[in-house]
């Protein structure tokens, strides 16, 4: 298939474009399911804290509440990536990876993607009621971090903290979920996802790096250019010492610390891989995160079970 048939540019082929009906691609796109690299990032932290509460309370991670975190986490970025997509389109339609999305080429109205919007936040609403009512005033609380975080970019040099903010809200919610409350670990969680958000996201802003300077688009990209690695070190490093003191307070052991030393070597890895001047490249470097996120949560999970 051709981007002229409606591939977004930066797809890459998957089942959308291949299996999918025609009618609802444009709304797959919109929600980003063509490209859940997304969905998982903003997954990793619910499933973290899912797996520090479970450290804490010494017994098996909750199934039940990572499922409904999954379901949660692919409807809520669907969500906003559409809100994204609504308040940017007339940006992304200056940028050459983004022009081909689906409001700006015009394969659906800005009416329809507001319809769209809501029915998926309704599924986000009906996999948050199913929490107690602790974690549901939590998750409401997320809303105005992701309503104001598209317009950061056109009045700050640093709309990856803002993002931070709300990919990493997940580290918020996993732990009331257990425990009806907020405490340190949990606190703890979150200003280290926070951190390795920062990361990644200016890895991936480095592909749209001349284009945003052009259009007046801000970004750590722009901010950091030649000083990306050492920036990337820092904020990694933060990632790693908050999550470990997370961890720590929360009674985790040898098999967490196993798990957090294999997290810290993968992003090691990518800063030394990276080439921020190949957009490719800062694209596999951004999308392995996932493997990051997912090696952390493995510790997490098997610290549990053996304290269980």
Same mark, same amino acid.
């Given at each position: 298939?051709?981007?002229?048939?409606?591939?977004?540019?930066?797809?890459?082929?998957?089942?959308?474009?291949?299996?999918?009906?025609?009618?609802?691609?444009?709304?797959?796109?919109?929600?980003?399911?063509?490209?859940?690299?997304?969905?998982?990032?903003?997954?990793?932290?619910?499933?973290?804290?899912?797996?520090?509460?479970?450290?804490?309370? @010494?017994?098996?991670?909750?199934?039940?509440?990572?499922?409904?975190?999954?379901?949660?986490?692919?409807?809520?970025?669907?969500?906003?990536? $559409?809100?994204?997509?609504?308040?940017?389109?007339?940006?992304?339609?200056?940028?050459?990876?983004?022009?081909?999305?689906?409001?700006?080429?015009?394969?659906?109205?800005?009416?329809?993607?507001?319809?769209?919007?809501?029915?998926?936040?309704?599924?986000?609403?009906?996999?948050? %009621?199913?929490?107690?009512?602790?974690?549901?005033?939590?998750?409401?609380?997320?809303?105005?971090?992701?309503?104001?975080?598209?317009?950061?970019? @056109?009045?700050?040099?640093?709309?990856?903290?803002?993002? +931070?903010?709300?990919?990493?809200?997940?580290?918020?919610?996993?732990?009331?979920?257990?425990?009806?409350?907020?405490?340190?670990?949990?606190?703890?969680?979150?200003? +280290?996802?926070?951190?390795?958000?920062?990361?990644?996201? $200016?890895?991936?802003?480095?592909?749209?790096?001349?284009?945003?300077?052009?259009?007046?688009?801000?970004? $750590?990209?722009?901010?950091?250019?030649?000083? $990306?690695?050492?920036?990337?070190?820092?904020?990694? =490093? %933060?990632?790693?010492?908050?999550?470990? %003191? =997370?961890?720590?307070?929360? +009674?985790?052991?040898?098999?967490?610390?196993?798990?957090? %030393?294999?997290?810290?070597?993968?992003? =090691?890895?990518?800063?030394? @891989?990276?080439?921020?001047?190949?957009?490719?490249?800062?694209?596999?470097?951004?999308?392995?995160?996932?493997?990051?996120?997912?090696?952390?949560?493995?510790?997490?999970?098997?610290?549990?079970?053996?304290?269980?």
């Amino acid at each position: 298939m051709t981007r002229g048939a409606g591939r977004v540019a930066d797809s890459t082929g998957n089942w959308v474009d291949g299996v999918a009906p025609a009618w609802a691609r444009p709304y797959l796109r919109l929600a980003r399911l063509d490209r859940p690299i997304g969905s998982w990032l903003l997954l990793m932290p619910c499933w973290w804290s899912v797996g520090l509460a479970a450290v804490h309370a @010494r017994s098996q991670v909750n199934v039940w509440h990572l499922l409904l975190f999954f379901i949660g986490a692919f409807a809520m970025r669907g969500a906003g990536c $559409t809100w994204n997509d609504i308040v940017d389109r007339d940006l992304d339609s200056q940028v050459e990876r983004t022009r081909s999305r689906p409001i700006p080429s015009g394969q659906v109205t800005v009416a329809s993607a507001a319809a769209f919007l809501m029915l998926q936040a309704l599924v986000g609403l009906a996999v948050l %009621l199913q929490f107690n009512r602790f974690t549901i005033y939590v998750g409401f609380a997320s809303l105005a971090v992701v309503a104001i975080y598209p317009f950061m970019k @056109r009045i700050t040099y640093w709309p990856q903290i803002v993002l +931070g903010l709300a990919f990493s809200w997940g580290a918020l919610m996993g732990w009331p979920a257990t425990f009806a409350r907020l405490d340190l670990p949990a606190l703890l969680l979150y200003a +280290g996802a926070i951190s390795w958000v920062i990361g990644y996201d $200016t890895i991936y802003a480095h592909q749209d790096r001349e284009d945003d300077a052009l259009i007046g688009i801000k970004s $750590t990209a722009l901010l950091f250019r030649e000083r $990306t690695k050492p920036m990337l070190a820092l904020f990694y =490093a %933060l990632a790693v010492a908050l999550i470990a %003191l =997370a961890g720590w307070s929360a +009674g985790a052991g040898l098999l967490f610390a196993l798990g957090l %030393l294999a997290f810290a070597a993968h992003l =090691a890895w990518q800063i030394a @891989r990276l080439d921020v001047d190949d957009p490719i490249d800062c694209l596999v470097v951004f999308k392995s995160n996932r493997d990051a996120g997912l090696i952390l949560f493995a510790g997490l999970v098997l610290d549990a079970a053996l304290r269980a």
